[in-house]
């Protein structure tokens, strides 16, 4: 059985969030998870090739990007994750099996294969465990805007390096689960606005598999939530961050 090095963050080691803005008196609150794609030193690059940095399995291409553009124009506040998601996925709930996955999309990965119970809790006590908590702590703040917006912020693969032949059709796509999330208004106005194929609880859907921030943070909460997914080849350039940008915030401003 395989195990982390301990403690898991050493003093060169960045904490586990990092608030970009940070203003609970604002409307606006967006988590990106998967921002990052950092490692902790002692963990190194996982074992992982460095084409497979290049893909999905270690993070969000093209939402760092997003997220704190969107929060400026929105006058929002931003929270992101800092570590790959190959290190500990913060979209997931400690129960999920793929949290920590030895193979993900396919792709092994050496320094989670075998991972003792002992590793695994400790990276959800470093890493998980206390961006959840500040996000948490955020939305209790009693200076919080009485009229709370929760965006989470994601991408997605033309299709998964698993299932190559399965061509994902959507060019973005609305998670919601909660009827108060507003989601047949916003789906409404992208399918009138865009030339766009969007999925309605797609790539996948909350109904069939919960996300963990939403289901933490959202979930309880009778806010609405949203949860966009956007195909990560169309993020490439400046330009087409600042055209999903000009989709997302007249969207936002218009329906919510």
């Not at 690059?45 to 893909?55: A, C, K």
């Not at 002992?118 to 996000?135: G, K, V, W």
């Not at 796509?173 to 194929?197: I, M, Q, V």
Request: aromatic letters at 8%.
């Amino acid at each position: 059985m395989q195990t982390d090095p301990e403690p898991l963050l050493g003093p060169n080691d960045p904490a586990p969030f990092s608030w970009i803005v940070r203003a609970p008196e604002k409307r606006f609150l967006l988590v990106n998870d998967h921002a990052g794609f950092a490692t902790p030193e002692g963990l190194g690059d996982l074992g992982l090739s460095p084409q497979h940095w290049e893909t999905h399995i270690v993070g969000d291409w093209g939402m760092e990007a997003i997220g704190r553009e969107l929060a400026s124009r929105l006058d929002g506040s931003l929270i992101e994750g800092v570590y790959s998601r190959a290190v500990l996925d913060l979209n997931r709930r400690p129960t999920d099996w793929d949290m920590a996955g030895a193979v993900l999309d396919g792709v092994e990965v050496p320094c989670n294969a075998d991972l003792s119970p002992q590793s695994y809790q400790a990276r959800i006590d470093a890493i998980h465990a206390p961006y959840h908590r500040e996000i948490e702590a955020f939305l209790e703040e009693r200076s919080g805007h009485p009229d709370r917006i929760i965006i989470h912020c994601h991408s997605f693969t033309p299709c998964l390096m698993s299932q190559p032949d399965q061509r994902r059709p959507w060019e973005i796509g609305l998670l919601h689960y909660n009827e108060t999330d507003r989601a047949a208004a916003a789906l409404d106005w992208l399918r009138r606005n865009t030339d766009y194929t969007v999925g309605d609880n797609e790539p996948y859907s909350l109904f069939e598999r919960m996300t963990g921030s939403y289901a933490l943070h959202s979930l309880p909460r009778t806010a609405p939530a949203i949860t966009f997914e956007i195909r990560q080849d169309l993020l490439t350039t400046s330009s087409a961050i600042t055209h999903w940008c000009d989709v997302l915030e007249a969207m936002i401003k218009e329906v919510f």
